[in-house]
């Protein structure tokens, strides 16, 4: 962040933080997509379905 910060000419660490680090709704699904693919792999759960946390 600080590199980044420096580099656009920010002040303040939060400013960078504040504009380019807020998690999207679909970048969050993904992350959380990924990691529990990840820990479905680990603990021998892959070829269970996924579980929706969407409220439908």
Same mark, same amino acid.
């Given at each position: 962040m600080k590199t *980044?910060?420096?580099r656009l000419g920010h002040s303040?660490?939060?400013l960078t933080l504040a #504009?380019?680090?807020q998690a999207t709704s679909? *970048?969050?699904?993904a992350a959380a997509d990924s990691v529990g693919d990840r820990f479905a792999t #680990?603990?021998?759960f892959q070829n269970l379905d996924r579980i929706s946390t969407?409220?439908?």
């Open positions: *980044a910060g420096t303040d660490p939060r #504009v380019y680090a679909d *970048a969050d699904r #680990v603990m021998g969407e409220a439908g």
